[in-house]
């Protein structure tokens, strides 16, 4: 079973996925930059507003005789946040101002016009901006004691318009989907690698991959077509060697047989031939095998129900006395693209195996898992000892001497079943099953 992580493990999303969040990260950061100038913008604007309001109160206070300037203050309309008081001393109730508000604060009141003998000789400004409280004593002149004026300013507002933000997400969105389409592209030929690499598998005369797109595309395009060539060159040259060997061992063999012939001794003879004979029938196997490599049948669709059913009725055929024993369970149809001549001799090899070495077939199709077709072939047969099942592939290989004779065979069935599904792309694997009922199973696996 595939391990279950929380990270997917296609290329395309983990790419989708880095992407996104160094973008997200790109953002906030940008966020935080915009945000915070924009609140600082808004401060300075702050400060010039309670140095406004401030001297407002102080020009009131300082113009108005010191006996009614208490009753003044009782009176007067104050803007919202802003309140004043009379004191002796400075206030020290807040810690002094940052330099740069104080500063700023100190200059704008200096600017304000007030007559230069009414002027405070002494300011102090307390408190902060983002504690959102300041305060601004004010020494008034000829002893009259300080103002006091504390003004609270709003918070800063940072996502000033909705639309801004807005824009900002479409933006981030817009970003995200051009990643998408980026990567998608990018990841494209990797794709369209595999496709090949899985055609190839099944057919060497698979047709070779476009060489075009962005530089390392193409080449790799490039070195997989080279490859394949290369491959197919020695699938053939193999092909072809094999081909030529039996083609020209049977005319020694034919004149071995004539030659035979004059033998005198009649039992020799008889014994020369047979041998001959024997050589001729794995000449034109040999030779069966070598073609079948190198038929270039063409991949059709076809339904792999109805092939497994000639195979069994043909089996059916040859040995009527089976009868019953020659059955098929599974769905009704399963199309499947495969080269259909060679897949019908891979199935029909092996179900004639199980009908000569098990007297009968017992053929279950399995619906597909994983995108593989699994047929099992079963029989009642004595199995194949385990440590023989490797060998039994190789070709020429049969099981103990006495039930060759009577059975007769080449000893290339298996071989040429497992070339044929493998070129598919599929396999086959023999297993004993147990008892009761033992016997055989050949379990073939083919991609639909
Ligand atoms: N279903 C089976 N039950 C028992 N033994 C088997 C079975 N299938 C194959 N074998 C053994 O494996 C050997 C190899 O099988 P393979 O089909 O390659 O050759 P063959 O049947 O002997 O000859 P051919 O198929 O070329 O006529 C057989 O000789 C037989 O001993
Ligand atoms: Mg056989």
């Known amino acids: ?221 490039r070195a997989f077509n080279r490859m394949a060539a290369r491959i197919r060159r020695f699938v053939q040259d193999r092909t072809f060697l094999l081909s030529a060997i039996g083609h020209d061992l049977r005319t020694p063999i034919t004149r071995l047989k004539l030659r035979a012939e004059f033998l005198d001794d009649e039992e020799m003879r008889r014994k020369i031939l047979a041998d001959l004979d024997e050589m001729e029938t794995m000449l034109s196997a040999t030779l069966a095998f070598g073609r079948d490599e190198a038929a270039s049948e063409k991949a059709a669709t076809l339904d792999l129900v109805a092939l497994i059913r000639t195979v069994l009725d043909e089996a059916a055929d040859a040995a009527p006395d089976l009868g019953g024993r020659l059955t098929y369970t599974g769905p009704e149809r399963l199309p499947l693209a495969a080269r259909p001549v060679a897949l019908k001799r891979a199935l029909g090899n092996l179900i004639a195996n199980a009908v000569k070495y098990g007297d009968g077939a017992a053929v279950r199709l399995r619906p597909p898992e994983d995108g593989m077709a699994v047929i099992e072939i079963d029989d009642n047969g004595p199995g194949i000892p385990e440590e023989d099942i490797a060998r039994v592939f190789q070709p020429f290989q049969r099981i103990e001497a006495s039930r060759n004779r009577e059975t007769g065979g080449s000893g290339l069935g298996l071989p040429i079943a497992r070339n044929i599904l493998r070129a598919h792309g599929g396999d086959v694997i023999l297993t004993n099953r147990p008892r009761p009922g033992a016997g055989l199973r050949a379990t073939v696996s083919l991609p639909i």
């Open 1 to 221: 079973m595939a391990r279950v992580t929380l990270f997917p493990r296609s290329l395309f999303f983990r790419a989708i996925f880095v992407l996104l969040v160094g973008l997200a990260v790109v953002q906030a950061g940008g966020l935080y930059l915009h945000a915070s100038d924009r609140a600082d913008l808004q401060r300075l604007g702050q400060a010039r507003e309670v140095a406004a309001r401030v001297m407002a109160v102080y020009r009131a206070v300082v113009m108005s005789p010191p006996e009614g300037r208490a009753a003044l203050l009782r009176e007067m309309a104050f803007p919202p946040g802003t309140r004043a008081a009379l004191l002796d001393a400075p206030p020290v109730d807040m810690l002094p101002a940052l330099l740069g508000v104080g500063r700023l604060i100190q200059a704008d009141l200096a600017l304000s016009p007030v007559p230069s003998h009414l002027r405070p000789h002494d300011v102090v400004v307390l408190g902060s901006l983002y504690d959102r409280l300041m305060e601004v004593g004010l020494a008034l002149p000829e002893g009259g004691g300080w103002l006091a004026v504390r003004v609270t300013v709003p918070a800063p507002e940072i996502w000033h318009s909705t639309l801004n933000l807005a824009g900002f997400l479409g933006l981030t969105a817009l970003a995200a989907v051009l990643a998408a389409l980026v990567v998608r592209r990018l990841i494209a030929p990797l794709g369209a690698l595999t496709h090949a690499a899985e055609a190839f598998g099944r057919d060497v005369d698979a047709p070779p991959l476009p060489e075009t797109g962005p530089r390392e595309a193409a080449a790799a395009a």
